[in-house]
């Protein structure tokens, strides 16, 4: 079978949601006529690591190469690591600010701090004796492309470019140095103009992108995010009060629960409305913004801030909500992502409550009939969806062949086409 080299700077037991397309790959691309290594990171810090590893196995084929960081450099990462990592950790009493500001190595470094081992990862690559016959890259960080860009060319192999997050067109590019920003742009067109193909996580960011680069439109495809069809309870709403559940960070601003506290505050004003009744859980960190809205509303005693759990009890505490928040990014760029754990809350089957103006999130929504897009100013339909939650009538009927397109098989064949047909274009390219 043909090899493929996925170089990822995430990866288990990474536990980022940055991690789940380049695992999910290398577990389903054996079964799909491609051999796997992988060159990821040495070191993972220790409060970054997964908390189970049963659910990491690969198959006996695929290498892993930890081999992408300097081991001086990861040992000295991990030691300042773990003097902020009581910073870091959410609890109902601690909240963080929003994502509003970079450092200073990430408004100066092109590609993000990340690229500071990109030298490195391109000699391992390059000192590798395995045969490949092709190399995918996938970013964060953005300098992988260029590392693979050097394998591709040092091998004359076709070359995969995966974008899980916009590049240029991301809302923090504006807040980097304008030297950056400049290196990043010629960055960027290099990637889309030398690739074989490029894959990105929306078709609102393929279409922008292939808007852009014309000249390559046709090699620029959407490939989907996806879940891990993990067996699930049956669904049940669990003793106790009414879940309102959000899994992930909440930054405050351009990505806020804010709608949601309003609304159970409206509530709060004609019935009677206590913590026996509803909680709102958020699994992870929770902006001090939406923190101190949530108290001046008098809603606090409704949070429950909790830590981020492992995959599988993830899916399982989703499973039984009365309903699945999900806040989209109010920005311009907004409608150009879409948030990873949409596709979590789509296998669970749990009634979503989409906040936002996101087209692509909404027509997939109705096509999976598993929830409903609000925008953020309609008050009136966002309390209607958060009382009938409350009230026990919020149900939704998702239709399951909708659904399993966006498993991580269904998303690892669609990579499989995208890899096999620029191979089989790099051949006749060379003839």
């Known amino acids: 079978m043909p090899r493929v080299l996925i170089v990822a700077w995430l990866f288990p037991p990474h536990a980022s949601v940055g991690t789940r397309r380049p695992y999910?790959?290398?577990?389903?691309?054996?079964?799909?006529?491609?051999?796997?290594t992988v060159l990821t990171q040495a070191n993972v810090p220790e409060r970054l690591r997964e908390r189970v590893a049963d659910e990491l196995a690969l198959p006996s084929g695929v290498r892993v190469v930890r081999a992408y960081d300097p081991p001086l450099l990861a040992r000295a990462v991990a030691v300042l690591d773990a003097r902020a990592a009581e910073q870091k950790k959410p609890s109902n009493a601690h909240t963080t600010r929003g994502a509003s500001s970079l450092s200073f190595a990430?408004?100066?470094?092109?590609?993000?701090?990340?690229?500071?081992?990109?030298?490195?990862?391109?000699?391992?690559?390059?000192?590798?004796?395995?045969?490949?016959?092709?190399?995918?890259?996938?970013?964060?960080?953005?300098?992988?492309?260029?590392?693979?860009?050097?394998?591709?060319?040092?091998?004359?192999?076709?070359?995969?470019?995966?974008?899980?997050?916009?590049?240029?067109?991301?809302?923090?590019?504006?807040?980097?140095?304008?030297?950056?920003?400049?290196?990043?742009?010629?960055?960027?067109?290099?990637?889309f103009e030398s690739a074989t193909s490029v894959t990105v996580t929306t078709e609102a960011l393929r279409d922008a992108?292939?808007?852009?680069?014309?000249?390559?439109?046709?090699?620029?495809?959407?490939?989907?995010?996806?879940?891990?069809?993990?067996?699930?309870?049956?669904?049940?709403?669990?003793?106790?009060?009414?879940?309102?559940?959000?899994?992930?960070?909440?930054?405050?601003?351009?990505?806020?629960?804010?709608?949601?506290?309003?609304?159970?505050?409206?509530?709060?004003?004609?019935?009677?409305?206590?913590?026996?009744?509803?909680?709102?859980?958020?699994?992870?960190?929770?902006?001090?913004?939406?923190?101190?809205?949530?108290?001046?509303?008098?809603?606090?005693?409704?949070?429950?801030?909790?830590e981020p759990v492992a995959y599988a009890d993830g899916m399982a505490s989703l499973r039984s909500a009365s309903l699945l928040l999900l806040p989209t990014w109010d920005s311009e760029f907004g409608p150009l992502f879409l948030p990873a754990k949409l596709f979590d809350y789509l296998h669970v089957g749990a009634p979503i409550l989409a906040i936002g103006a996101n087209p692509e999130l909404g027509a997939i929504l109705s096509r999976t009939q598993s929830g409903s897009l609000c925008a953020a100013p309609d008050a009136a339909a966002i309390r209607a969806s958060v009382e009938a939650a409350i009230d026990g009538r919020a149900a939704v009927e998702p239709i399951e062949r909708e659904v399993e397109r966006f498993s991580s098989r269904a998303m690892a064949e669609r990579f499989a086409w995208v890899l096999d047909d620029a191979r089989a274009r790099a051949t006749i390219a060379a003839k």
């Open 209 to 306: 992108y292939r808007q852009r680069f014309s000249t390559q439109s046709e090699h620029i495809h959407a490939v989907h995010n996806s879940f891990d069809p993990v067996p699930l309870p049956a669904r049940e709403r669990s003793p106790g009060p009414a879940r309102l559940v959000h899994f992930g960070h909440v930054y405050g601003g351009a990505r806020t629960l804010v709608p949601v506290l309003e609304a159970l505050a409206s509530i709060a004003k004609s019935r009677s409305l206590t913590d026996a009744h509803v909680v709102l859980e958020n699994y992870g960190r929770f902006s001090d913004e939406d923190h101190a809205r949530a108290r001046a509303l008098g809603v606090e005693s409704l949070l429950r801030i909790r």
């Open 106 to 191: 990430e408004r100066w470094i092109p590609t993000e701090p990340a690229a500071l081992w990109a030298p490195h990862a391109a000699l391992r690559a390059a000192l590798d004796d395995e045969r490949y016959d092709a190399v995918l890259s996938t970013s964060y960080p953005f300098s992988a492309h260029v590392v693979a860009k050097g394998i591709a060319s040092l091998r004359k192999i076709p070359w995969v470019a995966d974008l899980r997050d916009p590049w240029t067109l991301h809302f923090s590019h504006a807040r980097k140095h304008p030297l950056a920003r400049s290196i990043e742009r010629l960055l960027e067109r290099d990637t």
């Open 24 to 36: 999910r790959l290398a577990r389903h691309l054996p079964s799909l006529g491609w051999d796997v």
